[in-house]
């Protein structure tokens, strides 16, 4: 596992793109595995840049989201359906076939949970994750103590998420419950890049980059990846020693 550590979030998300735009020109049909949140906006902003330019195509790639809410059906304002359409799957040249975002509102969670393994295993599996991380360590809304050898399942959500996520929601009450891909899925993926931008995440990033490898620590699991990226700005590495892992 590497660290990179750049000036601040615009460089961070400068280099997240010019590592996804990467990837893709040696690979325009790669499987992407995407976050939503407020770290990777600058990363889909430039994404989308390039594209209008004419420097990038997505039109071969295949993407999947790591997470939705449970119970939201896909037109829902704070469903991550809407967050990923507006800010970046209607604005490049995807093709809606290949794009997968789990469904909140499935009538049989369990099977859509399986068919979302089993579409991730047809599609070659992933080439590229791209994380956030939550101030608890989560990676995708695998929270605190999920099982490393975890899948595509419902989980509950902490309650500090539930918090962080709250103004999303009417009467500030964000959902109990979400689907998200598991870590175990995470880390079958050929490479994962993890975005970390700004000092509430700094307690999370050191703990996940220099504690233990636990699964109270959901994103320690990436020190076990061949090519995993931690890629921080200054404030989110502020608490890391020098002994910084590579
Ligand atoms: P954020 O969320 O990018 O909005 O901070 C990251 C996460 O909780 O995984």
Redesign the pocket.
Known sequence: MKVRILPDYDALSETAAAIVAERLREKPSAVLLL?T????LGMYRRLVGLHRSGDLSFARATFFNLDEYFGLPPEHPASYHVYMRENFYALIDADPARVHVPRGDAPDPKAACRRYEAAIRGAGGIDLCV????RNG???FNEPGAPFGSRTRVVRLAES?RR?NAADFEADRAPEQAITVGLATICEAREVLLLASGAN?AGAVAAAVEGEVAESVPASVLRRHPKGTFLLDEDAGSDLGSGVAD
């Open positions: 976050p949140g407020t770290t990777p994380l956030g991380i939550g989560h990676i995708g998420t962080v995440k």
